[in-house]
């Protein structure tokens, strides 16, 4: 048995050996937890687990999932063996590469016959993930800036406040006070999808759930969405790389 609040419920955080090597689990447990669910990351296992779970139950459920989680990570791991560091970019695979004899004083980014170049002052501190990182998530919010003003109009809705944020599983999101906020990687998706994101929070500003009448509304809208929601199941795990492990052929 686990001791908890009502408050606070318990987490846990352990190791399991997945091919002969310790792979960390992290357990959260949740009162509205109906079964066991597990979510495969680069560096860990995580488990949602009713209150009345216990460990063996948990181990038991690990165990009987080691075929599907082996071939998750050999997919993860897949991510990162091209021979020349790229990522989605606009919905393409591009190339990115640095500028070794770029002679100016400020970080700059170029995008060049199909691929992305990194412009890094002599001595630059910053790493080439964080560089890259810094440049998609100004081009994310100049690329909803374009497009919000008119879906807010469509709908007869006033201008509302946004932000750009590393958000871990959500693309988008619309809080009770009106103000938006958008995953920086949507760049990396093609323009209609980012399209999509921006158009699915703003049909929030409506209706602040996913009833039958939010999603009337984003189809009256954007006829075609689920194409573009179906992208972005399709290739999450692209979009969600450790842009650190991606381009560690640069440093």
Known sequence: MFGFSRQTPPSQRLE????????PLVIRYRRNARRLTLRVEESELRVTAPLKADTDEILGFIREKTPWITARLSALSALYADAVPSILYRGESTPVHINRDF??????????DGALWLHRPQGGRLSPSRQLEKHL????????QAVLPEMLARLGEAAVPFSIRDQKTRWGSCSTRRHLSFNWRLIMAPPAVLNYVVQHEVAHLRH???????WKLVEDMMPDYNQHRQWL?????????????KLAGLN
């Open 16 to 23: 399991v050996m997945l091919a002969g090597e310790a792979m």
């Open 103 to 112: 002679c100016g004083h400020q970080y700059q980014m170029d995008f060049v």
């Open 137 to 144: 998530r100004s081009e994310t919010k100049a690329a909803i």
């Open 208 to 214: 602040h759930d996913h009833s039958h009448r939010f």
């Open 233 to 245: 199941n399709t290739h999450q795990q692209n979009l969600m790389i450790n842009l650190e492990r």
